[in-house]
């Protein structure tokens, strides 16, 4: 029986690694209108703060934020297929960039 050898995918040399952005766009009416004033809203993990929320927006925007602010959801209690049950609880972010400032969003 003859011997196989392993071969293993070469690497790109020049090859970028793109982290996935912890921050999604929330889209409402509200929040499109908002974005003519160069404000926009994401909804962000539990966990981050609003100077982790800037960092990762300039990392990805290539644009500094003037203010971060933060909203916390609460959670809500629901009845799904006749059976209650609750919402998770959620957090938002709004970023108010400089005036004349800004970015595509996708989603």
Not at 90 to 100: E, I
């Amino acid at each position: 029986m003859a011997k196989t050898k392993d071969v293993k995918p070469k690497k790109a040399k020049d090859a970028k690694v793109v982290e996935p952005s912890l921050l999604k766009s929330h889209r409402t009416e509200k929040s499109v209108s908002l974005e003519s004033a160069s404000v926009y809203t994401f909804k962000l993990p539990l966990g981050m703060n609003r100077v982790e929320v800037a960092r990762e927006f300039e990392r990805v925007h290539k644009v500094k934020p003037l203010k971060v602010r933060m909203i916390n959801l609460p959670s809500k209690w629901i009845i799904y297929r006749g059976r209650p049950g609750s919402k998770p609880l959620r957090r938002k972010a709004m970023v108010y960039l400089p005036t004349g400032t800004s970015i595509s969003i996708q989603g």
